[in-house]
C-alpha cells in the first residue's frame, strides 16, 4: 500500500523549458513534504520542502506546490537545465517518520 | 565537513551467508536512519535511532536483520542469514534534531545483490 505515489516513472524535457513533477499522497495526516534529488551511485540530497500549512514554496528555479485538498503536490523546475537530470523523490513526513516515493527520473535534453 | 558514508559500496553474495553494511553519520548527528530500495522501487524506511537508542524500527523486513549503533557514533546492519529479496540499495542517513521537518543527510548506499 503505497501513501506515496509519483505516477510517472520517467518524464523528458528541453533545457530552457518548465518541469513539472508530481506526486500524490493518501494519508491526510502528512504535516510536511520533502523532494529530494538522487544522482546515480549517491544517495538522495535534499531539494525542497513545504510545510502543509503552506500551498507554495519558493527556492531559486525550484518551486513546490501543495493541494492539500486534492492531496497533491508538484515540483516545477524553471529553465530546466541539463544539470537537472536526475531522480526526484517525494517524500512525506509524519511526526519522525519519513515516506517516499517511488521517483520519477527527469532527462533535460540540452 | 564530512558527509555520511557507507561501507561497503557494492556487496555480492550467496543466499545464506551473512554481510555487514556501516553507516558513519554526519559527526553530532544524534538520529541515524536506514532505508532501503529495491529494484527501483520507493525507498523504504527501515529504522531510526536516536544515538544508541532504536527509536523506531518498525519498518524491519524480519528478525534475519540486525541493526545496532554501539555507542550513538556509526551503525552496523546485519543480514543473517540473506534471502534473493534482500538484495537492493541500503541507504543510511543522518539529520541533527530529528523529527519529519529536520532535513536528513544521505550516504552514497551500499548495493546488495544476493546470489
Known amino acids: 500500500d503505497q501513501q506515496v505515489k509519483q505516477n510517472s516513472p520517467s518524464l523528458s524535457v528541453q533545457e530552457g523549458r518548465i518541469s513539472i513533477l508530481n506526486c500524490d499522497y493518501t494519508?491526510?495526516?502528512?504535516?510536511?513534504f520533502l523532494w529530494y534529488k538522487k544522482y546515480p551511485a549517491e544517495g538522495p540530497t535534499f531539494l525542497i520542502s513545504i510545510s502543509s500549512i503552506k500551498d507554495k514554496n519558493e527556492d531559486g528555479r525550484f518551486t513546490v506546490f501543495l493541494n492539500k485538498s486534492a492531496k497533491h503536490l508538484s515540483l516545477h523546475i524553471v529553465p530546466s537545465q541539463p544539470g537537472d537530470s536526475a531522480v526526484y523523490f517525494c517524500a512525506a513526513a509524519l511526526y519522525d517518520k519519513v515516506i517516499f516515493g517511488p521517483g520519477t527520473s527527469l532527462s533535460v535534453i540540452p | 565537513e564530512a558527509g555520511v558514508t557507507q561501507f561497503p559500496s557494492h556487496s555480492v553474495i550467496e543466499k545464506g551467508q551473512t554481510v555487514t553494511l556501516r553507516c558513519d553519520p554526519i559527526s553530532g548527528h544524534d538520529n541515524l536512519y536506514w532505508y532501503r530500495r529495491v529494484m527501483g522501487k520507493e525507498i523504504k524506511f527501515l529504522l531510526h535511532?536516536?544515538?544508541?537508542?532504536?527509536?523506531?524500527e518498525s519498518g524491519m523486513p524480519n528478525n534475519r536483520f540486525l541493526a545496532e549503533r554501539t555507542g550513538g557514533t556509526y551503525s552496523t546492519l546485519k543480514v543473517q542469514p540473506a534471502e534473493l529479496e534482500d538484495s537492493g540499495v541500503y541507504f543510511c542517513a543522518s539529520s541533527l534534531v530529528g523529527g519529519g521537518t529536520d532535513t536528513q543527510y544521505f550516504g552514497p548506499g551500499t548495493r546488495l545483490t544476493v546470489l
Open positions: 535511532f536516536v544515538k544508541e537508542s532504536k527509536q523506531d
Open positions: 494519508n491526510s495526516m502528512f504535516d510536511y
